[in-house]
């Protein structure tokens, strides 16, 4: 089973001790495989407690962001391959963190969704800038508390 938490604080990159707490509890659970946390608006770290993967924050996809908040456009989409071992349970054999980029929401502008990855391959100028920018703050912040088996997808 995977849990997914409305936790933290908002605008925040670190993980707050209520998320702490929870991470501890829900994966000392046997029921549950995977946690995930929303509601910071930014990327958190991602980790393993008690052997099974905790992602603090994914950031945005697309929720309207505060404008001068520029990490509240970015974001990171999780990509895990499950194994079945037995009693219904789940063990992840590959985690990956895909960095995101999300546009603000402007009339007669619809917000757009970027994997940084495939932007990166078109993209010029500016928006090439910050999609780098949100390439690298996003791999640093996953990657804080260097989490083994993690990878960048």
Known sequence: MIA????GTEYSTGENAQQVGLARALTASSDVDLVYMHHAHVVQPWTRVN???VLYG???????HAANAPRGNEG?????TFNRVGNGR???SKAEYIPTLVTRYQPGRPARLYQVSTALKTANGSFRDRLLDAQRRTSAVVMRKHPRGLVRG
């Open 58 to 64: 994914v950031g945005n996809t697309v929720a309207q």
């Open 76 to 80: 990171a989409t999780g990509r895990f």
């Open 90 to 92: 789940f063990t992840v």
């Open 4 to 7: 997914a938490v409305h936790a």
């Open 51 to 53: 052997k099974k993967w």
